[in-house]
Every structure is written in structure tokens, then in C-alpha cells.
């Protein structure tokens, strides 16, 4: 039970941020929030039915098997590719990162369950305790490092970016032109701010009812046995 124990503590919180980090990526309302909050429209010039139409091409891509990302919006100029190559390049490189969170969410999913079940099965009744403990040392250990981060980022959340890109791809593709280039027009730094807290804060969420519910069940065994 401790070796269940120890591999459910440290995949727990990884799953949950890998499937949260694919729920934010995928959601209308942090694009809507973002052409609100940061202006998007007067930056680009671009209505927010064409920055809608370019959010949900940039989706279909991270879904589908194309290599390169073609994001086509309507000007005045009639049609036109958003992104340069740089920024093409780029974004084969942000698939591939997506694809991996993809990965790592359903194989930790998978490793979980089957320690539930084994756990299940060993020590029905005594399951839920241990889940409970595990859950709150893991707890201990991930919210230390999920605040540290959270602190860092209002901080200097450019220098988490910038470490982040660093850790995450072998090119230098990422640099782009803020004033020029239609990736950081679209999604300025702040943009990935409020997703990193968001994708923090639905983790702490989804953590704290687990714990919960795990803690009620270890009560309802106990009472059952008294």
C-alpha cells in the first residue's frame, strides 16, 4: 500500500494539471476573456468574429493530424494567412508540447486507475484512509510548489515564460515580434498569465474535492465498522 501510495501521491497532481492544461487550451471563454481583456481588436485590427474564427482554426489544429498551422481571417484586403513561417514553425513545436500533455494526461490517468483498483481491491475498507493520507501529504508537498510558482509568476511571470520556452523547445522559434508578429498579437504575455493561474487554480479546485471526497468516505467506512 505504501508503494501505491507514493506513485498515486505524485501522479495525482501531474494528471490533473496535464488534463487541465488541455481543458484551458480548449476553451472559448479564456479566448472571449482574452480579446476583452487585453484589447485584442485594437491591437490587430481584427474583428472578434475573425479572432473567434482564428482561436478555433488554432484548436482544430492542436486536434487534428495537419503538420502546419494555415490560420486564414477576413480583412479588408479580402482573405489572408495570419502567420508568417517563423510562427508556423513555431506552432509544430507547441503541437508536439500538446500532444505530449495529451500523453501524459491519459498514461497517468491510466496508472491511477489502476492503483485505485488495486488498492480496492486489497483494503477495501482501509483504502480510503490511506487515500486520504496520501492525498494530504501530497497536498503538502504539491501545494508548496504549485504556490511557489503562483508567487513567482505575479512576481515575474516573464521570467517563468522565458525559462518555460527555454525547458520546452530546442529552437529559438519562440522569440517573436510582439509588434509584429500575429502570435504574441493575439496572445500577449498576460494572455498566458491568467491561463497559468487559471490552470493552477482548477487544480487546487479539483484536488480539494478529492481530498474531500476521500476523507467522507474514509468517515462513512468508519461508522460503518462502529
Not at 484589447?39 to 502546419?68: H, W
Not at 484512509?129 to 501545494?143: E, M
Not at 513567482?152 to 520546452?168: K, M, N, V
Amino acid at each position: 500500500m505504501l508503494m501505491l501510495g507514493v506513485v498515486f501521491a505524485v501522479l495525482l497532481p501531474v494528471f490533473l494539471i496535464a488534463i487541465n492544461v488541455g481543458y484551458v487550451t480548449d476553451s472559448d471563454w479564456l479566448y472571449t476573456y482574452n480579446w476583452w481583456r487585453n484589447g485584442i481588436p485594437e491591437r490587430t485590427g481584427l474583428p472578434v468574429s475573425e479572432l473567434d474564427s482564428a482561436a478555433d482554426q488554432i484548436k482544430d489544429y492542436f486536434a487534428n493530424d495537419a503538420e502546419r498551422l494555415d490560420v486564414r481571417v477576413n480583412t479588408s484586403q479580402g482573405e489572408v494567412s495570419l502567420f508568417d513561417e517563423r510562427e508556423i514553425l513555431h506552432m509544430i513545436d507547441v503541437k508536439d508540447l500538446m500532444r505530449l500533455v495529451a500523453a501524459v494526461s491519459a498514461w497517468t490517468g491510466i496508472v491511477l486507475a489502476i492503483c485505485a483498483v488495486v488498492g480496492l481491491t486489497i483494503r477495501r475498507r482501509e483504502f480510503f484512509a490511506s487515500l486520504s493520507r496520501w492525498l494530504r501529504w501530497c497536498a503538502l508537498v504539491w501545494g508548496i510548489l504549485i504556490a511557489a510558482v503562483v508567487v513567482i509568476a505575479i512576481i515575474d511571470f516573464t521570467w517563468i515564460f522565458t525559462q518555460f520556452h527555454l525547458l520546452s523547445f530546442a529552437n529559438d522559434l519562440w522569440q517573436l515580434d510582439p509588434f509584429r508578429h500575429y502570435l504574441l498579437l493575439l496572445f500577449p504575455e498576460r494572455f498566458f498569465l491568467e491561463a497559468t493561474l487559471s490552470i493552477a487554480l482548477l487544480t487546487v479546485i479539483e484536488f480539494t474535492g478529492l481530498y474531500v471526497g476521500a476523507r467522507l468516505m474514509e468517515i462513512r467506512f468508519a461508522n460503518d465498522q462502529s
